[in-house]
């Protein structure tokens, strides 16, 4: 596992532990767990049920072994009727995600009632403290091979962010208006022609008008917010942010989010 995976794990391990005890005891003997975008059980996975019986199935668009589903996070439709998880997990992929409505219709048809979903939500790039997804004129994008190429989509925004976790934002703020020096380097080596521009759209950013920014970048629907999963069906068991650059140098700041879908939203119910 990488160095920015480890630290990453370490902090969803962090971030759930408050209810870790709650959620083993409402599981039940031998829960199914789906981890979507996944190979293999996650770490999280791992240390969240040690010790517990359980089921896993991975689903990815790019599976690399007959064990995991072939399945996009935008189309889960495949899996309707053939999974019934107790726990959902999507982990460093949910800025994929092309609408957030159209991904909550769907994950409620794979999650039973009172199902779990954990997912972490990426606010802005991880490469670049940029909010728009755009390295001059070029989309961010992961590239599996010439052939398969995933584009950034979607960010997050609430406002109990601010409240709650206000060091790790002005972090990332700061680090947007003020790029650090190898930073810069790198993006005049890269995209000499966009630097001043894109460097200067960011010279004003602040935890205050960091919401402003986010939806001026992104349309509505790939901007996810706490209340969106309220209005979903799901109950938010717990919630946190974490900006990763002092430790893997890398402009990662996340939210993480554990809820809990109601009986009454579930499929079928």
């Avoid at 495949?78 to 994950?107: C, M, V, W």
Wanted: aromatic share 14%; hydrophobic share 40%.
């Amino acid at each position: 596992m990488g160095i920015s995976n480890q630290f990453h794990f370490e902090w969803l391990d962090e971030a759930m532990a408050p209810i870790r005890d709650g959620v083993r005891l409402s599981l039940p003997k031998r829960p199914q767990v789906l981890g979507i975008g996944e190979q293999g059980p996650s770490p999280f996975i791992n240390h969240l049920l040690e010790g517990m019986d359980y089921s896993y199935q991975a689903c990815d668009l790019f599976p690399l072994s007959p064990e995991v589903l072939v399945c996009d996070m935008n189309d889960l439709s495949p899996l309707f009727g053939k999974i019934h998880a107790d726990i959902a997990t999507l982990f460093r992929a949910s800025y994929f995600i092309k609408n957030k409505h159209s991904f909550f219709e769907q994950i409620k048809q794979v999650l039973v009632p009172e199902g779990i979903l954990c997912m972490d939500l990426l606010i802005g790039s991880s490469d670049l403290p940029v909010l728009d997804f755009r390295y001059g004129e070029r989309r961010a994008a992961i590239s599996y091979d010439e052939e398969r190429t995933a584009y950034y989509q979607t960010s997050f925004f609430d406002d109990r962010l601010l409240r709650e976790f206000p060091e790790q934002i002005e972090a990332f703020c700061r680090h947007a208006r003020r790029w650090p020096l190898e930073t810069k380097l790198n993006y005049l080596r890269q995209a000499p022609r966009f630097f001043w521009r894109d460097v200067r759209a960011l010279r004003r950013l602040r935890p205050e008008n960091l919401a402003a920014a986010i939806r001026a970048a992104l349309p509505e629907e790939n901007i996810f917010s706490l209340r969106d999963f309220e209005q979903a069906g799901f109950e938010i068991l717990t919630f946190n942010a974490r900006y990763f650059y002092p430790k893997v140098k890398k402009f990662n700041l996340y939210c993480y989010v554990a809820a809990r879908l109601k009986k009454a939203e579930a499929s079928g119910s």
